[in-house]
């Protein structure tokens, strides 16, 4: 099993519960039963020697939550996790799972509009301006940048979906800024923000995600990326 805090903290959740689940893991005394399936029960302590009884099951490749149980959350339809839903999947698989892939986390790239990515030349469009593919490209590396030292060896990370709006055009000559900030980690799954600016102002990227006037904001969007096995994913290609 390797469910990441991170992926806890994406799922929905009330504040501060990510924190106690793991004060409750850390304080012991947690049982569980596995059900087969991927599915598990867990006692977990409450408060005054009460224990809460919950119902966990993983997703078939071990990273992610499909279903919880819990008094906690009964009244929400869609999933959402409690403290005690926490402190199970750790004490289930063992405690938590160290990794640099986490929410909020940022990376950025820089690079000049040049005659190599303008639009005529890419043939997205018919003017001498910075291409819509090329902004794109520019998102996806900064994207790649944001997980490349969270993965193992021999992982990569592959697009599967990107949703942009290029609201600006920027000339020859001018430098443009993409950044991308890492919004959830759902297993395999990760879901990012992307936005590009127009300017060499030194900008601050957590305030550039926040919208802050550093520098002309000229595209954004949205991006989701999976984490793959390199030679298996290539294998797989060509057979």
Sequence with gaps: MRILLATLQSHSHIVGDIERGVKI??????????LGGDEYTAAVPHKDGEKR???????HNKCDIEKVGCYCTRRYKKLMICQHVVAAVLQIQGGIIESRLEVGKIAAVKLFVNQANTANVVESGELEVFSTPSMIAAMEKAACHCLEDGLEEGETSVGTKISVEHIAATPVGKMVTAVARIDGVFGRRIELSVTAYEGEKNVSMLSALDGMPLAKKIGFGSHTRAIVDADKFMARLLQ
């Excluded at 009884?53 to 997703?59: A, G, H």
């Design 53 to 59: 009884n919950v119902f966990i099951k993983i997703s």
């Design 25 to 34: 893991f850390e304080d012991g005394g947690i049982e569980f039963a596995e």
